[in-house]
C-alpha cells in the first residue's frame, strides 16, 4: 500500500567478517507513493420516485492500477471526493459539484483535482393518468361534487398532492356532457381522460283527474274532469 516505510537489514560476514545486525543500522525511509485518480463529474439523468440520489452516481475516475472492481472504485472515490448538491427527491434540473476532500484521507489513491467540477442533475416528471370518474344528477339539481382516480401514484403521494380541477360541458338540460379534469404538480407529467356526465330526466308524477260532478247535458261541449 501506498505509505513510507522503513527498511531494516543486516549483514551476514561469514566465516571471514563481523556480521552486523539490523539493529546496529537501519536505512533511510522508502516512500509508496500514491496514484493520482483522474475525476470528473458526469451527469444523472433519473424519473421521480420519491428517493434521494445516491452520490456515486456522479464519479467517474481512471488510472486505477491495483485491479480493483467497480464496486471498489466507487468505494474508493466515495473517501476522496466531496459532492455537493446532490440530495434532491422533486422533480427538477439541478447543478451538482464535485471537489477533492481535504485533507485527503490515508489511501493508495489521490484526488488533488476534479477536472470537471461540474454535473447536471436532472430528475424528470413522472407519468401519471388522471381519469375524471362518471356522475349523474336529476334534471334541475345542483351538480354534485367531481371525483378522479391517478395512475400511478409515486411512493406516499397521495391524489390530493396533484391539485385536481374539474370542469363539465355547459348545459341543464336532459343528456350528457363531458367531465374534463386538470392537475398541477412539477413531479408529475399528466395525461387525462374525460369522465361522462349525465343530467337525467325528471320523473314528473301527474295528479289524478277530478270529475266535474252534477253536469247537465245541454247539447254543448262540457269538461269532464279538472
Do not use: C, M
Not at 176 to 197: C, L, Q, R, S, W
Request: charged content about 25%; aromatic content about 10%.
Amino acid at each position: 500500500d501506498a505509505g513510507e516505510y522503513t527498511i531494516e537489514y543486516s549483514v551476514d560476514g561469514g566465516s571471514n567478517y563481523k556480521s552486523i545486525d539490523k539493529t546496529q543500522l537501519t536505512a533511510a525511509p522508502a516512500e509508496i507513493a500514491q496514484v493520482e485518480i483522474l475525476v470528473t463529474a458526469q451527469k444523472f439523468d433519473k424519473v421521480y420516485d420519491k428517493l434521494p440520489v445516491d452520490k456515486k452516481n456522479f464519479f467517474l475516475g481512471k488510472n486505477f492500477v491495483g485491479g480493483e472492481s467497480e464496486a471498489e472504485q466507487l468505494e474508493i472515490l466515495e473517501q476522496l471526493v466531496k459532492v455537493e448538491g446532490y440530495d434532491k427527491t422533486e422533480a427538477g434540473h439541478y447543478t451538482v459539484t464535485l471537489s477533492a476532500v481535504t485533507p485527503a484521507p490515508k489511501n493508495n489513491y489521490k484526488v488533488d483535482e476534479v477536472w470537471v467540477d461540474e454535473a447536471d442533475l436532472n430528475i424528470n416528471p413522472a407519468p401519471i393518468t388522471v381519469t375524471a370518474e362518471d356522475n349523474s344528477k336529476i334534471f334541475g339539481a345542483e351538480d354534485p361534487e367531481f371525483t378522479a382516480t391517478a395512475t400511478p401514484l409515486v411512493g406516499t403521494d397521495k391524489l390530493e398532492d396533484l391539485n385536481l380541477e374539474f370542469d363539465r360541458a355547459k348545459g341543464e338540460d336532459a343528456g350528457h356532457y363531458a367531465i374534463t379534469v386538470k392537475g398541477t404538480n412539477e413531479n408529475y407529467k399528466f395525461t387525462y381522460a374525460d369522465g361522462d356526465f349525465e343530467i337525467k330526466q325528471k320523473p314528473v308524477t301527474p295528479a289524478a283527474p277530478t270529475a266535474v260532478a252534477d253536469l247537465v247535458y245541454n247539447g254543448d261541449a262540457q269538461v269532464l274532469v279538472t
